[in-house]
């Protein structure tokens, strides 16, 4: 098979770990006869040192012309970087909501899955992480708070901050259909997060799932308020299966789920629209801290690769291979710096890339 990919490396860590998912997709197109033809597009901190833009219109069209986006991470130092003294849209992080809104990509899959192999990275108690857990967080992802109007102003003398929350049931239900699906795939149980005791988008989010879960009787359907489901996921994270949520609750949740996993350098993400054509990215952010060192973890970029594989051009054996190579180094005992034990011995991100490409 012929892969066009549109390969956005960004800030930060961004490229570190990008060029070794691409090494990884290369030990896969060498083994099972695929070709990856990439294309390097800027967004983000670097677009904006080149053309004063986050993301230019040009780039949304080569996205767009493509099979599928890989994305590193975008943004710097919001304390320090001189993007941050920009007007909010031209930050680095408006170029990531305008391909997210531009591109149609409503539904975020961010399946956070605890290795056994990782079991001591996992901060909760031993009772806890002993029993595990493998979750898919689905995120509505072009709506809610991040796209509805907002504003400051001056009323009656006192300076005030508007940011609204909207969702049509449109909106809500190809998720909802969405995350049925995968349900279906999976343990078949979806819980519903929202603030129904407070906010009316959440009970017409609750409205319209449960008209969607009427569809699929042979999927457990439950709704838990996000306050109860950001203590539950640490206090018995075992009981998710789909969690299916708003973009905001989403954004929280999902940080959340990736560090009870060991790391946020973990968490893979795909996000979706109607079609085949996705944008794969790590769940994790650019983290200026510690970019250029070689020490960030690849596997969540990697891991995102697979995703790719698997939603966009169907290849499951192959994503298979790099979801079983990723097993085969954690069980073989090797680490980046920020899943491994005190005094365990660590790899560099560019080999930590290179030990999964050899095992696919
Ligand atoms: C994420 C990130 C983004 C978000 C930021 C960088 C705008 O935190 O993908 O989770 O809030 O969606
Ligand atoms: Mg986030």
Same mark, same amino acid.
Not at 283 to 305: C, F, K, R
């Given at each position: 098979m012929n892969c066009n990919i549109a390969v956005i490396k960004g800030d930060g860590i961004g490229p570190e770990v990008v060029t070794e998912a691409m090494k990884v997709l290369d030990a896969v197109g060498k083994k099972f006869g695929h070709t990856f033809n990439y294309e390097q597009l800027l967004m983000g901190g670097c677009s904006i040192d080149k053309y004063g833009d986050p993301l230019t219109d040009e780039t949304v069209a080569i996205a767009k012309s493509k099979d599928a986006v890989l994305l590193g991470s975008i943004g710097g130092n919001t304390q320090t970087s001189p993007w941050y003294k920009l007007p909010p849209n031209k930050r680095p992080e408006a170029g990531l909501l305008k391909i997210r809104k531009e591109l149609g990509l409503f539904a975020n899959l961010r399946p956070a899955y605890l290795y056994p192999e990782l079991k001591e990275a996992c901060p909760l108690k =031993?009772?806890?992480?002993?029993?595990?857990?493998?979750?898919?967080?689905?995120? =509505?992802?072009?709506?809610?708070?991040y796209f509805g109007e907002r504003y400051t102003k001056e009323i009656d003398g006192v300076m005030t901050a508007v940011d609204t929350l909207t969702y049509n049931e449109n909106e809500i239900r190809r998720i909802a259909v969405k995350g049925f699906d995968i349900a279906?795939?999976?343990?078949?149980?979806?819980?519903?997060?929202?603030?129904?005791?407070? $906010?009316?988008?959440?009970? $017409?989010?609750?409205?319209?799932?449960?008209?969607?879960?009427?569809?699929?009787?042979?999927? =457990?359907?439950?709704?838990? $308020?996000?306050?109860?489901?950001?203590?539950?996921l640490v206090k018995d994270p075992a009981q998710f299966d789909v969690m299916l949520t708003e973009n905001m609750f989403g954004d929280i949740l999902s940080d959340e789920a990736s560090m009870i996993t060991g790391s946020i350098g973990m968490l893979s993400s795909a996000s979706l629209n109607e079609t085949k054509f996705g944008l794969y990215e790590p769940?994790?952010?650019?983290?200026?801290?510690?970019?250029?060192?070689?020490?960030?973890?690849?596997?969540?970029?990697?891991?995102?690769?697979?995703m790719m594989l698997r939603y966009t051009f169907d290849l499951d054996k192959e994503a298979d291979a790099i979801e079983n190579a990723v097993k085969k180094v954690l069980e073989e005992g090797y680490r980046t710096i920020d899943i491994a034990k005190p005094g365990e011995p660590q790899v560099k991100c560019d080999e930590m890339g290179t030990l999964i490409s050899e095992r696919i």
């Amino acid at each position: 098979m012929n892969c066009n990919i549109a390969v956005i490396k960004g800030d930060g860590i961004g490229p570190e770990v990008v060029t070794e998912a691409m090494k990884v997709l290369d030990a896969v197109g060498k083994k099972f006869g695929h070709t990856f033809n990439y294309e390097q597009l800027l967004m983000g901190g670097c677009s904006i040192d080149k053309y004063g833009d986050p993301l230019t219109d040009e780039t949304v069209a080569i996205a767009k012309s493509k099979d599928a986006v890989l994305l590193g991470s975008i943004g710097g130092n919001t304390q320090t970087s001189p993007w941050y003294k920009l007007p909010p849209n031209k930050r680095p992080e408006a170029g990531l909501l305008k391909i997210r809104k531009e591109l149609g990509l409503f539904a975020n899959l961010r399946p956070a899955y605890l290795y056994p192999e990782l079991k001591e990275a996992c901060p909760l108690k =031993e009772s806890v992480a002993e029993r595990g857990f493998d979750m898919m967080i689905m995120r =509505e992802l072009t709506g809610g708070l991040y796209f509805g109007e907002r504003y400051t102003k001056e009323i009656d003398g006192v300076m005030t901050a508007v940011d609204t929350l909207t969702y049509n049931e449109n909106e809500i239900r190809r998720i909802a259909v969405k995350g049925f699906d995968i349900a279906m795939k999976r343990r078949k149980k979806v819980t519903l997060v929202d603030k129904a005791n407070v $906010l009316d988008s959440s009970r $017409l989010w609750r409205k319209v799932t449960e008209e969607v879960a009427k569809d699929y009787p042979e999927v =457990e359907y439950e709704t838990m $308020l996000v306050d109860n489901a950001a203590m539950q996921l640490v206090k018995d994270p075992a009981q998710f299966d789909v969690m299916l949520t708003e973009n905001m609750f989403g954004d929280i949740l999902s940080d959340e789920a990736s560090m009870i996993t060991g790391s946020i350098g973990m968490l893979s993400s795909a996000s979706l629209n109607e079609t085949k054509f996705g944008l794969y990215e790590p769940s994790g952010g650019s983290a200026p801290d510690i970019a250029g060192q070689n020490i960030a973890n690849p596997i969540a970029t990697i891991l995102s690769a697979a995703m790719m594989l698997r939603y966009t051009f169907d290849l499951d054996k192959e994503a298979d291979a790099i979801e079983n190579a990723v097993k085969k180094v954690l069980e073989e005992g090797y680490r980046t710096i920020d899943i491994a034990k005190p005094g365990e011995p660590q790899v560099k991100c560019d080999e930590m890339g290179t030990l999964i490409s050899e095992r696919i």
